[in-house]
């Protein structure tokens, strides 16, 4: 992992640039405080403040970005791709396929492994800030508990900040998250989500 400060040089050769890169003087520097990240030919840093890096036993919501014979690469809302052998799973995947799986190995040099898949066809997937997943389930898993429980919906949260959402009540689940994520620092937030949900479905 390659950590780079506030106006560190990056380059002083010419280079395609991302988020987080900006030039003088025909030399490239960090804006950020973050990690340097080269892929499909451009340079970026991604701030660390808000960024998801995988843990093992992390459950997280993956796209396709490739299928190769034995494995899929998968975007995982990380400055790092992962990949997951399918060779002998019986779930076949597809470019820009959604699924759930768990991280099973995330080493020093941010190579990702996932397992235990699970597709996801249907709903929608949400962005939520990967530092708010806590509030976002809950203790003892209570919050995501009683958003499905008042909505119907299915719910999978990846710890990566993305949530699945599929029911027919979609867009209040969608209302709930918002909320928490607008006011999770905020105490007695259980209890808003509870009535704000309450008060739509009488609607």
């Known amino acids: 992992m390659n950590i ?21 003087h025909g030399k490239f520097y960090s804006k950020f405080y973050g990690i340097l990240n080269s892929r499909n030919d451009f340079t970026a840093v991604n701030a660390l403040n808000g960024v998801y890096l995988p843990k093992r036993e992390d459950v997280v919501i993956c796209f396709v970005e490739d299928v190769k014979f034995s494995g899929v690469v998968a ?26 799986a768990t991280v099973i190995d995330a080493d020093s040099s941010q190579n990702i492994l996932l397992d235990y898949p699970e597709k996801l066809t249907g709903g929608t997937v949400i962005r939520f800030p990967p530092l708010k997943i806590p509030r976002a389930i809950g203790r003892n898993a209570s919050m995501v508990k009683m958003i499905k429980d008042l909505t119907g919906c299915k719910i999978i949260i990846g710890k990566n900040g993305r949530i699945w959402i599929n029911g027919e009540n979609q867009n209040l689940a969608k209302k709930a998250f918002e909320m928490i994520s607008k006011q999770a620092h905020i105490p007695g937030l259980t209890e808003r989500v509870r009535k704000s949900l309450e008060e739509n479905n009488q609607n």
Do not use: C, W
């Open 75 to 100: 975007d995982i809302n990380s400055p790092y791709q992962a990949y997951m052998q399918t060779k002998d799973s019986r779930i076949r995947f597809e470019m820009h396929n959604v699924f759930a």
């Open 4 to 24: 780079v400060t506030p106006g560190e040089l990056i380059s002083e050769e010419q280079i395609k640039t991302n988020q987080g890169v900006f030039s003088r």
